[in-house]
């Protein structure tokens, strides 16, 4: 991981605009600045001192947690603690690999798990073009307009998405209402309470609250290419479409790349607040992803144990994912991701 | 936010004029669908109760009328959960923003030992956490369960926060310090009294992006509350809408004694409880955010810089 100081900074492959602040100054790249150094260049242990209480609250809510990977090897119950409860060494992973009922329940939670990853995959590239074409519109006030209202969704909570599908497509909300009043229909279609089009449901929320903010940084890297490029390619006969095929989109297409990477390694962190939101009787064989199913069998399934061998390897995969990810990144780019 | 006008250049041909209305309307349609929830959200919650329960009230508002707002606080624990949504964002925002800046700084101080080897270390667990459930028992077992502090103390020492205003802190000129330095002035004064009110710009990005973060927090109360008493607004949204019954009921009460005066329009209803409680819940975030939207434009900009 290059986290070295003064190691080459670069935001996500695009150009930034001079004048934008710090992020413009960023680009020249920290190399060489060297900030409050006394001239006998000491290290003093007052400085460690002052800091200490935040690397003590890093420790404890970051680091200390995997002390926790032991209850792993016991059936844990907090109402006992770990001295109470019973030492079953390594009867949980035998349950993982051996029951056939729980083989099959983590194969499909699997299915889900990459499913949705593989679906927020496939639509990656619409920010993308979200971007182009609205760069191509070009009164300011109706391009502004449209990016505060679909930005807008992004800083909502799940809960309250929750609360929109529910009274947009709940069989009394407004979408069976008017479908109702128009005479299309005469039972209420079930959009939420239903086994069908789970994943799709998903992703189209999912889109609904991400493709607006995904555009943003893909809008300020179009900001960034010199306009001098658009000009000569037009004196050569160029149209609008091969201007934005030619030298748009070849602009954007490095920091698609270093988000694509990324995905990829983060192809089991779905996270659960959205599926636990949308999740009912109904459609749980479908939503349950794996940090949602984490969550059940160890929230309220009661086995903390197994719920925490399933956090653990999580952890262990993913890290290698983005680990092996970063690598390829560095042989294809030149410079880590992370 | 303003961005700068680099559409490509087009001449006038009845091909561009084609784009240039499709390219509108799917804009248009596009902006509408994410606008729309939100505008009928709130013509709902002023809207005859009667009328908003059928589901009839779908452009315009009808009846309007403001005691949903007055009769939403006779709920049993509304208020309560109001002041804890409050409390958490100011009280997790004001020691985010602190301890960001403070870390951010110290992290660019050559005089702190074994510096980089504890940056890595605050930057490492942005990247990787032992899980859900070790996180739990940690928790527990530190008794942060039912306690108001589990909302704020894991949330202030923020990885991509210390990234942004290290970030910041080496775009300034490293003159600043040195004279403060050579005037005798000790780390932490230099912290409050010189490298504090130069870092504005970027801590109003970290405050918009946490204050966000903490009124819309609803895992960490899923996970470590079942005291109802600190409730914060977003997770006692998430029990109206999975409490048809009790909700019922809360309706009737939150009538009190004016439920024999009040007509059908103004009678609470499980829907107009469910709108009234969104709609205070995402008023705050559509007044705060246009108003802040450069901030956060600013940070995904300066989050995308590698640590």
Not at chain 1, 113 to 135: E, K, R, V, Y
Not at chain 1, 160 to 174: E, K, P, Q, R
Request: proline share 4%; with cysteine; hydrophobic share 50%.
């Amino acid at each position: 991981m290059s986290l070295t100081q003064g190691a080459p900074r670069e935001v996500l492959g695009a150009r930034v605009p001079p004048g934008t602040g710090p992020a413009g100054a960023l680009t020249g790249g920290g190399r060489g600045r060297r900030r409050g150094a006394k001239p006998h260049g000491k290290t003093s242990p007052y400085m460690f001192l002052v800091v200490c209480p935040f690397l003590v609250l890093v420790f404890v809510f970051s680091y200390l947690p995997l002390l926790g990977w032991v209850t792993a090897l016991y059936d844990y119950k907090p109402a006992l603690g770990l001295g109470g409860s019973e030492f079953v060494g390594l009867q949980w992973f035998e349950i993982l690999v051996s029951s056939r009922t729980q083989l099959e329940q983590i194969g499909q939670v699997m299915v889900n798990t990459l499913a949705m990853s593989f679906l927020g995959i496939a639509t990656s590239l619409l920010p993308l073009f979200f971007a182009m074409f609205l760069n191509e519109i070009r009164a300011t006030w109706f391009r502004n307009t449209v990016q505060t209202l679909t930005t807008l969704p992004n800083f909502i909570s799940w809960v309250l998405v929750y609360m929109i599908a529910f009274s947009l497509f709940s069989t009394s909300g407004l979408v069976n209402t008017t479908l109702h009043d128009w005479g299309l229909i005469t039972v209420p279609m079930k959009f939420l309470d239903t086994d069908q089009h789970v994943w799709l449901t998903m992703l189209a929320w999912s889109l609904w609250k991400g493709v607006g903010w995904g555009a943003i940084m893909y809008l300020a890297a179009i900001s960034g290419i010199d306009p001098a490029l658009y000009e000569s390619a037009r004196i050569d006969g160029a149209g609008r479409f091969q201007l934005m095929r030619y030298i748009t989109f070849p602009h954007l297409l490095p920091t698609f790349v270093v988000l694509l990477i990324l995905s990829i390694a983060n192809i089991l962190n779905n996270g659960m607040e959205q599926y636990y939101v949308f999740q009912n009787a109904f459609n749980r064989e479908y939503i349950q992803v794996l940090d949602l199913y984490v969550y059940n069998i160890g929230m309220t399934g009661n086995s903390l144990s197994l719920a925490t061998v399933l956090s653990m390897l999580k952890s262990l995969i993913s890290l290698a994912l983005l680990m092996s990810a970063n690598a390829i990144a560095k042989r294809v780019r030149g410079t880590s991701i992370i | 936010m303003t961005t700068k006008d680099t559409g490509t250049p087009w001449r006038h041909a009845r091909g561009d004029v084609a784009f240039a209305i499709v390219n509108y309307a799917g804009f248009v349609l596009f902006a509408l669908v994410c606008g729309y929830p939100f505008y009928y959200l709130i013509i709902n919650s002023i809207s005859a109760n009667d009328l908003s329960a059928l589901g009839d009230v779908r452009l315009f508002p009808t009846g309007i009328h403001l005691e949903n707002y007055t009769q939403i606080f006779g709920l049993p624990g509304l208020t309560g959960s109001l002041l804890v949504s409050i409390a958490r964002t100011v009280i997790g925002t004001g020691a985010t923003v602190l301890a960001s800046a403070f870390l951010g700084f110290m992290f660019t101080q050559e005089r702190l030992r074994h510096r980089s080897l504890w940056y890595r270390l605050v930057i490492f667990t942005m990247y990787f956490n032992a899980g859900l459930i070790p996180v739990y028992v940690t928790i527990h077992t530190l008794g942060l369960t039912n306690n108001f502090w589990v909302y704020i103390l894991p949330a202030i020492v923020q990885p991509f926060n210390i990234i942004l205003v290290k970030t910041y802190v080496e775009s300034l000129p490293a003159s600043l310090q040195e004279a403060a330095e050579i005037d005798g002035a000790g780390i932490v004064t230099i912290f409050f009294r010189i490298m504090l009110p130069n870092m504005t710009p970027i801590l109003a990005t970290v405050a918009i992006f946490s204050a966000v973060a903490q009124w819309n927090s609803f895992q960490d109360t899923l996970l470590y509350i079942t005291d109802q008493r600190l409730y914060p607004l977003q997770y006692r949204l998430y029990t109206y809408l999975n409490q048809a019954n009790s909700l019922a009921q809360a309706a009737q009460n939150a009538q009190g004694d004016l439920g024999a005066i009040a007509s059908a329009a103004t009678t609470q209803t499980p829907t107009s409880i469910r709108m009234t409680i969104a709609v205070i819940v995402v008023l705050p975030i559509i007044f705060v955010y246009p108003l802040f939207q450069r901030y956060f434009v600013k940070g995904i900009m300066l989050g995308a810089v590698k640590g």
